[in-house]
């Protein structure tokens, strides 16, 4: 009996002793990245494949140039990535066509693969112009939200998409959320004709951001997917409402659109490198108070995904971090 007591109290002396260590380990990692927005310090360098010459660098302070920006992150993505991009650019290119006022650019961001992803992307912007595909290299692996991060920060667009590589969300599903970003718009210029204000809003200056969601093949999805992966993914609900609260059914949804003032606001105090950057960007809209609005897309699975059960661990992890960092402001806002 007394050594099942000792084997006991071992137990608990353990428990408390992996406790104490995993929150101090928790503190000092939001400590150490409290200046953590600055990340990649290096600029991003664009060059014309053709002249070899570089191309100046825009930032999103400046005014835009762009209808549009796209920014597609890509790790490993050799052959996923050229099916997405022809069927974006044809897409882009009929708009184009058919609207003057229609311009783009798609960013790619080479966030240091290891395959044939850099000569792929430099393929594109042969065929289709330094103005309207552009390739940033981050020379080493830093995580989707860096690589998003950093696209989104040198983009010239009004309004900035962010998708994923493989191409699993319709590219024609961006309209919807265009069309709810004019309506925000619509209403605050209603908003501002009411008030007897005479001036015109610009879709560029109006905070607002859309997320797409596969919220409504929630169910079509339970039923199919494994026992564990159901459980773990209503958990990882769960843990996100608690850390960045309700509003948001579908945060990790790769299809995302902001404004340019939206962007310029949350894409410069954004810490988060890998996945759970879109939970940030949740709570940052919230903090910033910028209009938030999910509509349901078009998505298909893709073969090949990044995200594995390794991944779940990595993204409680993570969002520990985030909520200590911004709740107790060790992690302080810039605006």
Aim: glycine fraction near 6%; proline fraction near 4%; include cysteine.
């Amino acid at each position: 009996m007394e050594s099942i007591w000792a084997i006991l109290e071992l137990l608990l002396i353990s428990a408390i002793v992996l406790a104490f260590g995993l929150a101090a380990a928790i503190v000092f990692e939001t400590f150490r990245r409290r200046f953590n927005h600055t990340h990649v310090e290096a600029p991003p360098v664009f060059e014309d494949p053709t002249s070899f010459k570089p191309v100046p660098c825009p930032h999103i302070f400046d005014p835009a140039e762009k209808y549009i920006s796209l920014v597609i992150p890509a790790y490993n993505e050799e052959h996923r990535l050229p099916g997405a991009l022809e069927e974006t650019l044809n897409y882009l290119q009929r708009r184009a066509a058919n609207d003057s006022t229609f311009t783009y650019e798609v960013i790619i961001v080479d966030d240091g693969s290891a395959d044939g992803t850099k000569r792929v992307a430099f393929e594109f912007v042969k065929r289709h112009s330094v103005d309207n595909v552009r390739v940033i290299l981050l020379g080493k692996n830093h995580g989707k939200g860096e690589a998003i991060r950093k696209g989104m920060l040198h983009s010239r667009g009004e309004l900035l998409l962010m998708l994923d590589a493989d191409g699993a969300t319709r590219i024609d599903d961006m309209e919807k959320l265009e069309n709810q970003i004019h309506a925000v718009a619509k209403k605050g210029q209603q908003s501002e004709d009411s008030a007897g204000r005479d001036s015109t809003i610009r879709i560029s200056d109006v905070p607002a951001a859309v997320f797409g969601s596969r919220a409504h093949l929630e169910e079509k999805a339970l039923a199919t997917r494994k026992w564990y992966r159901n459980f773990l993914m209503k958990g990882f609900h769960i843990v996100v409402l608690l850390a960045a609260g309700s509003g948001i059914r579908d945060t990790q949804c790769g299809f995302k659109m902001f404004t340019r003032s939206a962007a310029r606001k949350l894409f410069l105090n954004i810490r988060l490198k890998r996945w759970c950057f879109d939970v940030e960007l949740v709570y940052l809209c919230k903090w910033f108070r910028v209009s938030m609005n999910e509509i349901s897309v078009n998505w298909t699975e893709i073969p090949g995904s990044k995200v594995n059960l390794l991944s779940i661990p990595n993204m409680l992890w993570e969002m520990a971090i985030m909520s200590l960092g911004y709740r107790t402001g060790i992690w302080r806002i810039y605006s």
